[in-house]
């Protein structure tokens, strides 16, 4: 089962943002999209969710068409989109906010996202505004893995995180991946987006400059001297 965005335009009313991108992730991969600030990553998740109107193009899941569609439909059909920010419930607990993220699969059962993310289980009765940055993105990701989606699609997971907690969760995507969920991260830390995918793209001015396996961007001296500071 494949995740495939081809040929993608899209922007907002009449400013156009992305212009023919296509990338693709498999279930059980993780691919990165890296890219400068205004490049149009949060546009191309948003896009592929849902939210932003594709004018061009499509979005398709092991060949179902979902471009355009609505939120509700994209979510039934597997895709779970951790927006940037993270966009908890910040006034209820985090058991309400895990809850809230099984109504697709009508999953109550929070085992594995809190085996997955331990600090969770002993916030479960707290208030998810009151927690950490870093346990306020853990939640936000086991909210998604509630739906238990095919795809999860996950928009600038380390901003504002400090970077062992970044790491923490990097290695948690790697054990999502490894029992098959898909995974498209969108990523300003290019160094640890890098060192978890399998397959990465650079988007820049709304269009893919670069693409190829993870390994072989970062030794990219293009990708190394933009993205990785060397």
Avoid at 27 to 33: F, M, Q, V
Avoid at 64 to 76: S, V, Y
Avoid at 106 to 116: A, K, P
Avoid at 158 to 171: K, T
Wanted: with cysteine; hydrophobic share 45%; glycine share 12%.
């Amino acid at each position: 089962m494949t995740l495939v965005v081809e040929d993608l335009h899209a922007g907002y009313g009449r400013v156009p943002v992305l212009h023919g991108v296509s990338v693709s992730v498999a279930r059980g991969d993780i691919a990165a999209l890296i890219g400068p600030n205004g490049a149009g990553k949060s546009t191309l998740l948003r896009a592929a969710t849902g939210m932003v109107r594709v004018s061009r193009g499509a979005v398709r899941m092991d060949g179902r068409d979902l471009t355009n569609a609505p939120i509700e439909t994209i979510a039934r059909a597997g895709i779970a989109h951790v927006p940037e920010g993270r966009r908890l419930f910040p006034g209820l607990s985090v058991r309400d906010n895990l809850r809230l993220g099984g109504w697709r699969a009508r999953n109550e059962d929070m085992g594995t996202v809190l085996e997955l993310f331990p600090r969770l289980h002993e916030r479960l009765d707290q208030v998810a505004g009151s927690m950490s940055g870093g346990e306020q993105q853990m939640c936000a990701i086991a909210r998604a893995l509630m739906g238990r989606p095919d795809f999860l699609l996950i928009d600038e997971l380390s901003l504002g995180l400090a970077p062992v907690i970044v790491e923490e969760i990097m290695a948690r995507l790697g054990q999502v991946a490894a029992e098959g969920t898909g995974i498209l991260l969108v990523e300003q830390d290019a160094g640890h987006a890098l060192e978890v995918a399998q397959r990465a793209y650079v988007l820049e001015n709304g269009r893919i400059t670069v693409t190829g396996k993870a390994a072989e961007l970062a030794a990219d001296p293009r990708v190394r001297a933009a993205y990785l500071g060397v």
